[in-house]
């Protein structure tokens, strides 16, 4: 069971941390990803994590902005949010695989396992 927190409003330009809490199984063998959709459009795969944290990747609409980490000890995966783009209102959505290749990471990847219920981040001023 996957559960985000942390959303809310956040004023264009702004930062925002949400997080993704695991129950259950821990996350050390699964690959993360987080997703996102804005109302009216498709799903979005914004930044992913392999399961040995050594490879991330994220989408050119996010890139340098976007921060995706996570705390094993915790079963918590994190997407810190800086420079909320205006008009960028989504629901976010974290997402777990298990994979047996533990460097694997694609944010074009949408077959994930697990997900979570989602978290509304309102982007306005």
């Known amino acids: 069971l996957l559960v985000e927190s942390g959303g809310g409003w956040v004023q264009p330009g702004g930062s925002l941390t949400l997080s993704c809490a695991a129950s259950?199984?821990?996350?050390?063998?699964?690959?993360i990803q987080w997703f996102r959709q804005a109302p009216g459009k498709e799903l979005e795969g914004i930044s992913c994590d392999s399961a040995s944290g050594t490879n991330t990747h994220y989408a050119d609409s996010v890139e340098g902005r976007f921060t995706i980490s996570r705390d094993n000890a915790k079963n918590t995966v994190y997407l810190q949010m800086t420079n909320q783009r205006p008009k960028k209102t989504a629901v976010y959505y974290c997402?777990?695989?298990?994979?047996?290749?533990?460097?694997?990471?694609?944010?074009?990847?949408?077959?994930?396992?697990?997900w979570g219920e989602g978290v509304l981040v309102n982007v306005s001023s």
């Open positions: 997402a777990a695989k298990s994979t047996f290749v533990q460097n694997w990471c694609d944010v074009r990847y949408r077959n994930m396992a697990w």
């Open positions: 259950g199984e821990g996350l050390d063998y699964d690959a």
